[in-house]
């Protein structure tokens, strides 16, 4: 069982920016492929980004490139979600999520594990 635990999220106001960390459980969090997605009200949860086991390949969603930036850190087994140029658009809840095979898949039904959620609000 892995355990992922969001923090970070908060209000911010447009133009601004944030840092989402994702906590991890268990031993072998470098072997998991690690991707965030989010969540707005009346809506489907959507791909954000993800990582590959090592950091080394990374998909953006084309809405947050070039404004987000996600990284690893294996010693800490954490990953982090820094947010700039936040838009309103931006706001929703954010889930981290884990694949078990190591696939950094824009796709929910590659990832086993999800986070509680972060709420990220953004005023224009």
């Known amino acids: 069982q892995v355990q992922l635990v969001e923090s970070g999220g908060g209000l911010v106001q447009a133009g601004g920016s944030l840092r989402l960390s994702c906590a991890a459980s268990?031993?072998?969090?470098?072997?998991?492929?690690m991707g965030w997605f989010r969540q707005a009200p009346g809506k489907e949860r959507e791909f954000v980004v993800a990582?590959?086991?090592?950091?080394?390949?990374?998909n953006y969603a084309d809405s947050v490139k070039g404004r987000f930036a996600i990284s690893r850190d294996n010693a800490k087994n954490t990953v982090y979600l820094q947010m700039n140029s936040l838009k309103p658009e931006d706001t929703a809840v954010y889930y981290c999520?884990?694949?078990?095979?190591?696939?950094?898949?824009?796709?929910?039904?590659?990832?086993?594990?999800w986070g509680q959620g972060t709420q990220v609000t953004v005023s224009s």
């Open positions: 999520a884990a694949s078990l095979s190591g696939a950094f898949s824009t796709v929910r039904s590659w990832y086993n594990y």
């Open positions: 268990g031993r072998t969090f470098s072997s998991y492929g």
């Open positions: 990582i590959s086991r090592s950091g080394g390949n990374i």
